[in-house]
């Protein structure tokens, strides 16, 4: 190793560990408070960092604030058997999986029909579904919920999971841009040698884009998982409940569990972090360099 | 080939979430509960958190003395997300039986035929409406009333306020020499507005730091009373005035007495630096952390759930604080020429959606409700869950609730209280038009006067503009 | 293959879209245009009232004041946004050691469940006791030191003017989403190309102007348009930090005070005619920028 490497390489180091401080502020913060007892959130300053009583007392900054708590796990038992947090957990995953998967499917699907094939009028038919999108959705709700309501699919998890299937706006929108970036004398050469669009999409450029199915998986999954205002709207029944709206019921006027939400905030988050640590190469491994080229 | 495999990967995978989905949706069990029941009433509530277990087991309480009835419920958040699911089930047809509904909100609801009237269906039920008037507080039971029909029933009886004063911080300011010793008795609160003021400047400390000064200290924020629409409803009724006349139609913001109530809450901004104390104020984020007890805010008017808040979270560690030695609860100081007229009531009311037509369902629903808001088993488990008092004079709940001094203060401003928010088909615009005045006014943008007439009229238009609408249902 | 097959290929993949356009979308937004010319309250039937609404929307001073704040939260958080997505790209794909750990971490706060961050964010912003605040304090002091000036922190949620920088920052906090879009944009980049340019002589500064940003621009032009669409219909977050409102209403955003109407004040026609007006501002958002941006986007796939 060279010199100005190795200092190039402990600058990046130093940059990357000050501003990680900054992004995993939520997440301790999260976990933090729900460690903490409530009259330890009722302190003027809380203290931060979780340890043993001992050194609770030893502790102190500048100020002469203590830093050290005494965590406890009374908010994770209490906060797990007052609401049926697994039974939503299982209705979240069932609602976040067939979105996903109809997402990944439909979306891509018609991103090749407007960035692969090219026809007469995709253009503006693309527009025309952009536009869907800019439209506040607060003024067509209404209108839509009748709909779902009039083909007797309310308080069912439909309204959720079946859009998916006919193509998200954003989604497409995605898969399109990476669609094009694919170079035109593959898609030429496979048409030639025979290949039907159908084989083409499925056989050459859903496989050049695992980088984007996965970025698409994963923004659907998380947009699915948490989604509020869609299974509040459409759910009736406190069976069928998701894991944003049980987060929401430990609120109240007066009488709030927020140590309790924040428990479960922390259950809710971990799952998809380490799925996101482990799988966090997918995103970056680029078409061009693994697929084709090598 | 890889990109056989990948195919191929992505078919599995998607095979593997298919077959993952149907045994998700084959297992799940069947609802037995509600069989072998004749009739299920169906409740949207926001019962949630700590509340949640008591509102289910007064539920349980009412399934096991209603044989006949089961109860379905579904927590429904305290806030616009609720509107957005009942307004959508009210259209789609597929609305509750009863639902919670804010007290302020009954009127506009009611004028837009959202809420069913409920006088017929009491008088089938035998229950005479004019003597049930008489056995409910006066403010809550107006707040369910429009165009003099019956649309909700009150559920829980919010008095507001009580002042609040630390001892136990006042004492060690003097202690340590910044308060001056004899110049006031932390046993003997503030009487009048004009005491109010002595005590805050007297609680205040500023204290220098190398950016400017900050406050270290600081006693009652006048508009920090739970919004700014409620801060300006507490003062100025405090002051005498009157924010609506339901006689005439005319919306009073601008009323000379709410006018100098909006004053006084400017002279005290002015003074002590509106941002800076709204900085200290803002540290409230929780119950858990109000500035109250976090020992930055020596005088304040609570809500009575902040003494079972002072109980819970005070209790122990630096902040531990006991009734009558650290701390103590009184009425509102009174207000100019020796009134006292603070005091108003808040709180949830029930109803029946307008959607509902079955009659069964509606006299099932109408049990439900009268079971929570008049009967002693169930007035006592609600009030037991909303944390207020029920709206039922005769309530065994305040016999036991008065033990305690401070909650015993609390039953003295319900009782007292003459207040309601207005009951209009524009209260949620007169409360934010209330909310932005204040606002206004105490950082120096418009004089209160200009402020409070500017909400006045735009509210009075709004107004006249629903009342013209083709009349609300009947 | 025909130009008619290619078409008649391109509706059959389009097809789902067609079908959900055909009958999800289709009527509510035909019945909302017709509400923005409508008296309407949810519950009784609309009421024609021609353009009534659209006037007095013109002089709404709420109306004017959410534009006003929206238009400037746009020109300033979506750049911001994306600046700091890009940057943060660039530092996750720089070959070391460690850098798992380094993109979990950034993507952290868009993965924390909102409800659980907004008393986080109350906390962090506070003038006198936020971290924000006490990070800024040293430099504050030492300004006051040198220069003689009375800088004074900021107050982030109390003073009218800090209200929206307060939710720029809190909007470059989840950039997690654009940063892995850029990531994989960066990804996608052949590694022949920054060879080749080697090479040629070229620097870091050189392959970065003329190689990376070329390559990945159809991603970033992707950030912008959502950006855009996004920020205009800005409302969620406000909501959350100020419950009751921020000082001055400089938090009232156009879409809340939309939401507000629809949904507190019961004037769905108002909220539909405001709607509508959102609808043509963003329209043409974003026709200037992909017109303005042809020139930029570069798609390997057109380049045949």
Known sequence: MTGPGTLRRLGAHATLVVLSFAFVMPFAWLVTTSLQSGSEQARATPAFLPGPAALGQKVEDATGMHLVYQPTLEHYEKGLTRVPILMFFRNTLLVCTLTVLGTCLSSSLVAYGFGVLRWRGRNAIFFLMLATMMLPGQVTMIPVFTIWRRLGLVDTYAPLVIPAFLGTPFYVFLFRQFFLTVPRELIEAARVDGASELRIWSRLVMPLSLPVIATVALFSFLGAWNDFLGPLIYLADESKYTLSLGLAMYRTQYGSEYGQMMAVATLMVVPILVLFFFTQKTFIQGIKTTGLKG | MPRQSATARIISLSLVGVAVATVLLLVRPPDLSLQGRRLVVTIWHPWGGATLETFQNSVNVFEKSHPDLACKTLYVPNDLSASQKFFTSVIGDCAPDVIFVDGPQVAEWAHRGLLLPLDDLLAAEGVDVAGLKNDFFAPCWEQGLYRGKVYAITYSADPNFCFVWNKKMIRQAIERGEIPAGALDVDKPPATLAQLDRWNALVTRRVKTATGDRLERIGLVPWGVYGNANSIFTWGWAFGGQFYDPATGKVTADDPRIVEALEWMVRHAREYDYERISNLASTFQSEARNPFFLGQQMLNLAHMSMIADIDRFASEGEGKLEYGRDYGVCPIPQGPGGLNAAAWVGGWTMAIPATITDPARRRAALRYILWNCRQPEGTTLAARTNRCFPAWKDAPFFPEAAKDPRLAQFIDILRSSRHQRPVMPAQAFYMDQLGRAVDKAIRGELTPAQALGRASRATQERLDEVLAEQGGQP | ?304
């Open chain 3, 1 to 304: 293959m025909t130009p008619r097959k290619e078409r008649r290929l391109g509706l059959l993949f389009i097809s789902p879209f067609l079908v959900g356009f055909a009958v999800f979308t289709v009527y509510p937004v035909l019945a909302s245009l017709y509400y923005s010319f409508c008296k309407y309250d949810l519950l009784r039937p609309p009421e024609f009232v021609g353009l009534a609404n659209f006037r007095t929307l013109l002089s709404d001073p709420l109306f004017l004041q959410g534009l006003w704040n929206t238009l400037v939260y746009t020109v300033f958080a979506v750049p911001v946004t994306m600046l700091t997505a890009l940057l943060l790209a660039f530092l996750l794909n720089l070959k070391l050691r460690g850098q798992a750990v380094y993109r979990t971490i950034f993507f952290l706060p868009s993965i924390v469940p909102v409800v659980a961050s907004s008393v986080l964010w109350l906390w962090l912003f506070n003038t006198d006791h936020g971290l924000v605040n006490l990070l800024l304090q040293p430099l504050l002091a030492g300004l006051n030191g040198l220069l003689g000036t009375q800088l004074t922190p900021p107050g982030w949620l109390t003073n009218p003017a800090c209200t929206k920088p307060a939710l720029i920052l809190v909007a470059a906090w989840g950039v997690g989403g654009s940063m892995i879009l850029c990531l994989a944009g960066l990804g996608d980049v052949p590694r022949q190309m920054y060879e080749a340019a080697e090479l040629d002589g070229a620097g870091a500064w050189k392959k970065t102007l003329h190689i990376t940003l070329p390559m990945i621009s159809p991603v970033l032009f992707f950030t912008l348009i959502m950006g855009l669409i996004g920020s205009f219909q800005f409302f969620a977050q406000p909501l959350v930090m100020w419950p009751n409102g921020a000082p001055g209403d400089s938090a009232l955003f156009y879409a809340l005070y939309l939401f507000q109407n629809a949904f507190l004040y019961l004037r769905m026609g108002y909220a539909s005619a405001q709607a509508w007006i959102l609808f043509v501002v963003i329209v043409l958002a974003t026709v200037l920028v992909f017109r303005s941006t042809r020139r930029f986007v570069y798609y390997e796939g057109d380049n045949v």
